[in-house]
């Protein structure tokens, strides 16, 4: 039975929406998935990607922010509203990919794992175009969600376009 009031089904759908491009519906659906379970950082990230898809910077940071402080990141949370107040959107963006891609090394040095789709996302929202597309080869290897969701996902617009981009994603509708 489905659960209407289920938080992660509510997640479900609110990501489908955003893999849509249906920011207005997505929006919606992170909002009500976050009023379900308010601690639920990975809805406010979402809700924070679905702000950003339709030009809402400032909306954008609160969300990221809140998940930023869910995830017990307190200074990072100062950290990207203090460089959005004093750099902008795309600086502040830029900062909280930096960061993420510190931590995703700091786990890996410990042992860890990280999945590549992690690094891609990080160095995607980095601007690092070089690096994002040697993860992208790495992730699509492990074969996780990113190689289903790579011709949709608006998270990856920036790679899109590149010939390296579309030579991946021939190459996994040739498999």
Do not use: C
């Amino acid at each position: 039975v489905l659960d209407p009031l289920s938080p992660r089904l509510a997640y479900g759908m609110a990501r489908l929406r955003f893999l849509a491009r249906d920011y207005d519906a997505a929006i919606e659906e992170y909002s009500k998935t976050v009023k379900l379970d308010p601690s639920f950082a990975l809805a406010h990230e979402g809700l924070g990607y679905a702000y950003e898809k339709k030009g809402l910077p400032n909306e954008s940071i609160a969300e990221w922010a809140n998940a930023l402080i869910l995830t017990g990141d307190n200074e990072g949370a100062s950290i990207l509203r203090k460089t959005y107040g004093e750099s902008g959107f795309e600086a502040a963006t830029r900062k909280l990919a930096e960061r993420k891609i510190e931590a995703l090394n700091a786990r890996i040095a410990k042992g860890g794992y990280v999945p590549a789709a992690d690094f891609v996302q990080a160095y995607t929202r980095a601007g690092d175009k070089e690096q994002a597309f040697a993860w992208l080869t790495k992730a699509i290897q492990e074969r996780n969600r990113l190689a289903w969701e790579l011709k949709i996902d608006p998270r990856l617009d920036r790679l899109r376009g590149d010939p390296r981009f579309e030579q991946i994603v021939q190459s996994l509708s040739s498999t």
